[in-house]
């Protein structure tokens, strides 16, 4: 069931209703039911891994607590089936390749396996859950239902935020009576999710999906266009879902915390990881890298932990090792400006230009690592390295188009084809700057009750009419 569709809008309308018609006592109840019928629409049988993965993270939380020599045990099972629905064909072919490397190995066929919806999000918030329980951090809840209703809440369920379940538990557990003002919030975060997702993503990945389908046609400036338009495109496709999930809680009177804030303007990687898939950041400076020994234990190791946690980070994204080099450049970028102060921005944010200078070299460094991140393969990444920036045809003679042809080819068929993404990036653009110093949403709030309809009219007026016709409105997201 996704966000974006009607089917989504009636859900949680019907959800809407009955959770505030409920007794506050028992509106939890109403959470569980309604977690686990909305991940049965993806998948009956995703149920029972969901089941699975609450039951072990209860087990080793509650009943098995107070055993150090458990706490391996506790990991593995608890992420057992991310590491075979996500990682067995992966790590068997990798194993495969290191013995050919010394004997023959006969042929071999790898599984055909589809990856659970939300496995990644769910294992990881549980696996933060049993971490803590088991070093004393937090206490384990007595009921397993309370934890089910935690790991189960549709708004986080499928692509996160990565909420910590001890907190959002006790959000849920507390109730809170409805309020307009948060109401109208989360309709106009989720409004503006929308806008992100099925405007500014989808049309940017038209082009996209045009380019990285087909490199071999395409040379020079049109690779260039869609490695730019494909920052924007995740930025807006994964922060659009963080909307919507977090306008929806709001809707029930629940307030989820903030997963992406602005990450382009940052003046360093580091800044960027704190503006950026928060959740995440944080759920790995938690449980990889402090683990680990952070930056206690001098430069070298600080260096060396900063890699592993975001090797980590590139594996939980997908098993190939596409993702791997696209988290260790982050790791590197991140060492570098650990040594170089000018780097790292701090000598390079005395004035505005200066600011903004530092901010594109950032976006620079971040969209030369999502090639990696978006290629098929390696071969894919290393044909735009090598082209992006060619001399001559922008599609290959070989090919049999002529340049005339490369706008149809990029999915841009009329003039006012190419102007909608333009205008989004635009308003995006505005949204994201200025709202760094107020909130607009506020602004609107304020005014006459005339204005404010007629502005929230227009802008579902614009979703509908720029969005593209034909593209499919799966979140990427969903793949990990």
Partial sequence: MSFVSF??????????????????????????????????????????????????????????KGKKWLDIPAVFFTVLPLIYFKYYNFILENIRGAIAAFHKVEGYDLMDIVVPLGISFYTFSALAYVADCRSDKIKPFENIFHLATGLSFFPCLISGPIERQQKLVAKILAGSDFTYDKGTWGLKTIAWGLFKKLVVADLFGLTVDSVYSRLDMFKGWPLLL????????????????????????????????????????????KEFWSRWHISLSSWLKDYVY????????????????????????GLWHGADWTFVIWGLLHGAFLVTENHFDLI??????????????????????ITAAWVFFRASTFQDAAYIFKNIFSQGPVIPPEVGYRTSDVFVLLGIDSLWDG?????????????DV????????????RRPAVVRWIFYIFIAIVIVFMKPEFQDA???????
Avoid at 419 to 431: N, R, S
Avoid at 474 to 480: A, E, L, S, T, V
């Fill in 7 to 64: 089917q989504y809008a009636v859900f949680l309308a019907t959800v809407f209703g009955i959770y505030w018609l409920t007794p506050k006592k028992m509106r939890w109840i109403v959470l569980l039911v309604s977690g686990y019928v909305f991940y049965a629409f993806a998948g009956i049988w995703y149920v029972g891994l969901l089941l699975y993965v609450t039951v072990c993270a209860y087990f080793w939380s509650v009943k098995a």
């Fill in 226 to 269: 869609a490695v730019f338009m494909y920052s924007i495109q995740i930025y807006c496709d994964f922060s659009g879902y963080s909307d919507i999930a977090i306008g929806s809680a709001a809707l029930l009177g629940i307030d989820l915390d903030k997963n992406f804030d602005a990450p382009y303007l940052s003046l360093s990687i």
């Fill in 290 to 313: 402090i683990p680990l020994g952070g930056n206690r234990k001098g430069w070298f190791l600080r260096d060396v932990n900063l890699l592993i946690t975001f090797l980590v980070s």
């Fill in 344 to 365: 790292s921005g701090k000598n390079m944010s005395k004035t505005r230009l200066a600011r903004w200078i530092r901010v594109i070299i950032d976006f620079i460094l």
């Fill in 419 to 431: 102007a909608k993404p333009i205008i989004a990036f635009v308003v995006l653009f505005i949204y």
């Fill in 434 to 445: 200025v709202g760094q110093k107020r909130d607009l949403w506020k602004i609107v709030s």
């Fill in 474 to 480: 799966q979140f990427i997201y969903f793949k990990f």
